[in-house]
């Protein structure tokens, strides 16, 4: 007997700030919303965020349980702690495919699954990362603020991050990690006002308790610091169903979207780091949910008013 499945208005893949966010607009205008979460949100490793009003300084989990509080008070919304395998377009919207082999069923369908990073082989860097190594200095720039720090990246965007990081601090030293990833002007702009670049891999990182103290090179050279900004491969956790499903990339690798999230096939919205990747932050999501769920309200409220003159 075949099973009864329920279809929902809007299924969101991915419950960060941005599906959270998207889940809390759509619940509140009385739509049924599945929200679909592995439970493994990239900030997890990281003491605090920042930026966003009223939660400054918040520990990603508390946020998260304040998040899920509020927007499953809403009885239309419900969450399914579960990874999303697979996702294919149907007659009259999306199926979902979970890694229970449960089915989910959607006229709208919302990828908000953010980002996952790939750090670079470095003896020694998890235990530092998300504690005095970091990879954003809006998020962390001012706990770092005014310290020697060592900015680990083979990026080619390494000379604009180590201009923004010179904002918090002024002793800084630029690790390429083997590449030569800045040309001469670049470097004699960083030498004019005292920043020293080093071009060797780099081996190791030690310290204690989470503390950055030395960065190791290939070639036996060492610094001494006090934190770090490391640079690590950026990858879009919504990649391959926005491969499956015929979406438009930007060069960026993020999901090709309007202002207000819609993508290059109907019915199909993207929001927060799935859509673009930089800034990475708490409030930038928060609010591109907001934005994406306006308009998927829009979208199904257009669709019932035409269905309705039709009856």
């Not at 739509?31 to 979460?37: E, G, K, M, Q, S």
């Not at 670079?120 to 020697?148: A, H, M, Q, S």
């Amino acid at each position: 007997m075949e099973k009864n499945v329920m279809k929902y208005d809007c299924a969101i893949v991915g419950g960060g700030p941005a599906g959270l966010n998207a889940a809390l607009v759509l619940g509140r205008a009385k739509r049924t919303v599945a929200l679909l979460d592995s439970g493994k949100p990239r900030n997890r490793i990281a003491h605090e965020s920042h930026g966003y009003l009223t939660r400054d300084r918040i520990k990603p989990g508390e946020f998260r349980k304040i998040a899920y509080e509020e927007v499953l008070y809403y009885p239309s919304v419900q969450h399914w702690q579960d990874e999303v395998v697979d996702i294919a377009r149907t007659e009259d919207g999306f199926s979902i495919q979970l890694a229970s082999g449960e089915s989910v069923q959607a006229r709208k369908l919302l990828l908000a699954t953010g980002l996952r990073e790939e750090l670079p082989e470095i003896e020694g860097l998890e235990k530092f990362y998300g504690k005095t190594v970091f990879n954003c200095p809006f998020c962390d720039g001012w706990e770092n603020r005014d310290r020697p720090l060592a900015v680990i990246s083979s990026s080619p965007h390494i000379f604009h991050t180590v201009k923004l990081l010179y904002n918090w601090s002024k002793e800084l030293y630029v690790c390429t990690n083997g590449k030569q990833s800045l040309d001469s002007e670049q470097i004699e702009e960083f030498k004019a006002r005292g920043i020293q670049v080093f071009e060797a891999a780099v081996t190791k990182l030690t310290g204690q308790d989470g503390q950055l103290e030395q960065v190791h090179f290939a070639d036996g050279t060492q610094i001494s610091c006090r934190g770090g900004l490391i640079g690590p491969e950026l990858i879009n956790n919504s990649s391959s169903f926005a491969q499956s499903l015929g979406l438009e990339t930007t060069e960026a690798g993020g999901i090709e979207t309007s202002p207000f999230g819609k993508t290059t096939v109907e019915g199909v919205f993207a929001a927060g780091d799935s859509a673009y990747f930089m800034p990475a932050q708490l409030i930038h999501a928060a609010s591109s949910g907001s934005k994406a769920a306006a308009s998927i309200l829009a979208d199904l409220v257009e669709e019932e008013w035409e269905a309705a003159a039709r009856n």
